[in-house]
């Protein structure tokens, strides 16, 4: 069994014109959420490695999320350039190519693609929508990433900041 752990980035900011996308900073509500999803998922979940996505969102939002989750700042992240996609194809590639120990991974990345990741891997419409800092978890009955495909996977756990205290 293996359990998949996906977040998108916190809200990020459209206001400096001619930014190239990757480089777009978080805005106010980001930077406040991203260490509020930190302390709720502290609660949730055992701190773990994250893979981010290389956008400076992302890697923002990682850095809250540790801000609100001391033990996840400790742990050895990736910052990976192939992350930085909208596509689910894209991410389950990755995903079967994934060569980590143990039996979770947990990706931080981008809208539609980890939207389109879980419904494809639940096999329906799971969620409309990952919001902003929003996180999923997914339950998947492999032993083995390559093993992955679609249909296959449970929704079990999701948590968004709209929804907390």
């Not at 994250?50 to 969102?57: E, I, K, N, P, Q």
């Not at 910052?79 to 980590?100: M, R």
């Not at 929508?129 to 390559?146: C, D, F, K, R």
Request: charged share 20%; hydrophobic share 40%.
């Amino acid at each position: 069994m293996k359990t998949l752990h996906l977040m998108r980035h916190a809200k990020s900011s459209w206001q400096a014109a001619g930014l190239a996308d990757h480089e777009r900073e978080l805005n106010d509500r980001g930077k406040r959420d991203a260490p509020r999803m930190g302390v709720a998922l502290a609660e949730l979940l055992s701190a773990q490695p994250v893979h981010c996505s290389s956008a400076v969102r992302a890697r923002q939002t990682l850095e809250g999320l540790c801000d609100g989750w001391p033990a996840m700042a400790v742990q050895q992240h990736e910052v990976d350039d192939a992350l930085y996609t909208f596509d689910y194809q894209d991410l389950l590639l990755w995903l079967q190519d994934f060569q980590g120990e143990g039996g979770s991974c947990f990706l931080l990345g981008h809208n539609p693609g980890l939207t389109d990741l879980c419904n494809q891997l639940v096999g329906r419409r799971a969620i409309d929508n990952l919001p902003t800092a929003g996180y999923l978890q997914l339950e998947i009955p492999v032993s083995h990433w390559s093993d992955l495909t679609e249909g296959i996977a449970t929704l079990t756990e999701w948590q968004f900041p709209r929804d907390l205290p």
